[in-house]
Each structure stands twice: as structure tokens, then as C-alpha cells.
């Protein structure tokens, strides 16, 4: 890691989190000011899982002619809200450009577990109508019904640690 | 009719191109500060460590502000804010549509415990996934293609099955 020889005042502030926090909160807003025109909902600037649903929905949509759900947003646009592509592309870059991109393999049993993860963790999410994104999102355009899906979250963390450390004792 | 700056012509064509943006600065900042909002939470409760905390909470209040800033400049583009005034207790449209308060509640406590399970299970929440995906991590480009799987699974067979059980009970 040759970063320390390098110190940029734009690189620490995009380290920290709390700046990052703001920004993608504040950028979530500036895209509804700019886009609501298109169509709905609010409090939908960012969100991995609705953005994700929408760009493989409509994907879906138009291989088989099928007319799976997707926000109104994305249906009147010409294309989806491509947000989540454009996320896998940034941390891309960016890792390439820091030099921190590293190929890391697992085993089979463990891919199987992280797909089974991953659509499990995308039906709860849009049970809740999203991710923790969006429910930040939602919390801080007043939305009391998403507070109580932070709730949710939290105590489902709580039981989480719960069950990894006890799976880490039997391991031991 | 919620209007915002850009007109519905342009809006429709601008909505790839703004979020695809949006999305690689956000892929970019999340490289940088290994944000995951679960990880914020599993951090604090196991270890005190408020680092990543601190930027989900500042994600609330960054986009409360952002709310608050943006309906005093454009109020027409932000109909219902600031919710809970405008629309009592009822959720922002996104989840399964038309059903009372008490199924919206019970929606989001079972969600938000079982993704709170699995994003502390697996490691990270699903922005955490995506930039591990393109870090490299195998593992989590598998999660990435169950997200995929599980929005179809979800829209096709359990969205409707929800919803016909929750409008039995409440």
C-alpha cells in the first residue's frame, strides 16, 4: 500500500464514512429534485435491492415478454435506474485505481450459502420495500413505518451476532 | 402531478444517465470507506466501534437535510414531505401496495430482522456485496446473483402470496 506516500485531501475525506454518509443523502434528494418528473416513488433516490429489482425486472421483462413489477420511474423511463450498475462499476475503478482489487475465491458450499444469502436478503428486503438504504432514506423523509423497519434491522443484528458467535464456538 | 427541475421528456432519458452516475461516485465513496449500514450496526454492538455507524446515521441526516433544502427550493418535487405529517402512518410506496397500517408493520419488523440476520452472517449489507463483488470477492458476486434471483422469485411466486396472507389476518 504506497498510500501513505500520497495523501490526498479528497481521498481522506471519501475514507470517511460520516462525509460519505451525508453525501449519498443529500445526492439521494438532488436526484428526486432532478427526476420525479419521470415517475415515482419518493424517497427513492438510492437503494440496492429496488434498483436492483427494477433493472432485473424490467430486464426480464423485456427478454420474455412478461410484466414483472418495477417502480413507476423505471417503467415510464428509457431505460431503468441504473444505480446499482453504476455502483459495481465505481468500486471497480476505484479499487483498481488503489491497487486494492484482489481476486479472492471461496469454496462451493460457500458460494451456494451467499447465493442462498442474496435471495433471501432481496425478498425480505422488498417485503419491507427496501434495503438499508432506502429505509434510511424513507426514515429521513418522515416515514414512521420505515423507523420501525430500523428497528427491525437492529434487532435482527443483534440476533445475528447471536448465531455467528455461536456458530464461531462450535467451530472452535 | 409531482414536478422537478428536469421536464417528463427529458426526465424519462436523464433517469440512466443521472443514476448511473450517481451509482459510480456512490461505488467509488463505498470502496474508499468500506460503508455498509449492517456493519455499522454489528460493529457498535460488538466491538463499540462507531465509525461506520456514523456514516449510516449521517446518511439519515444527510438526506433528511438534502429533503429539507431541496422542498424549500422545489416544493412540487417532494409531494409528501415530510411524510408522516402529509400521510399519517402509512409506508412511502415501495412495498407490497394496499394494506392496513398493522400489515405494513409487521412487513417491516420480519424483513428488517431476517436482512439484519443474514447481512451480519454473511458479512456486510447489500451496497457492502457490490463493492466487495468488484473488489474481487467471488463470494459476494454469488449474493449478487441471489439478489438477482430473489427479485424475480420475489415479483413472480411471494409478492401475491404476502399479501393474500396479510390482508387474511390484518
Redesign the interface.
Known sequence: MDNENKPSGIDSLARNPLVVGLLIGILAALVQVLLISAGGPEAYGFCVACHTRDVVNIGVNALTGMKLAAAPISQNAVLPVMTVVGVLIGAFISAKTYDEFRAKTGSALSYLWYLLGGLFFMVFALFMGGCPYRIALRVGYGDAIAFIGLLGIIAGVLVGIRIATTIAEREV | M???????EI??????I??????????????????C??G???DF??FRHT??L??????????????L??WL??PS??????????SG????????AGLS?LA??I????????????????GG???R???M????????L???????????????W??GL?VAMLKGIA
Open positions: 409531482a414536478a422537478g427541475w428536469l421536464s417528463k426526465a424519462v432519458v436523464a433517469v440512466p443521472v443514476t448511473i452516475v450517481l451509482g459510480i461516485l456512490i461505488g467509488w465513496l463505498g470502496q474508499r470507506s468500506g460503508f449500514s449492517i455499522g450496526f454489528r454492538f460488538m465509525r461506520l456514523n456514516g449510516y446515521l449521517a446518511l439519515i441526516a444527510g438526506a433528511f437535510i438534502g429533503y433544502v431541496f427550493i422545489t418535487a417532494f409531494e409528501h414531505f415530510f411524510w408522516l405529517l402529509t402512518f402509512t409506508p412511502v410506496p415501495g412495498a407490497p397500517p405494513y408493520v412487513l417491516a419488523v420480519i424483513g428488517g430482522i431476517a436482512i439484519g440476520i443474514i447481512g451480519v452472517i454473511l449489507c447489500p451496497l456485496q457490490c463493492v463483488t468488484s473488489e474481487g470477492s467471488i463470494k459476494s454469488f449474493f449478487v446473483i441471489g439478489m438477482c434471483i430473489g427479485s424475480v422469485v420475489f415479483t413472480l411471494i409478492s404476502v
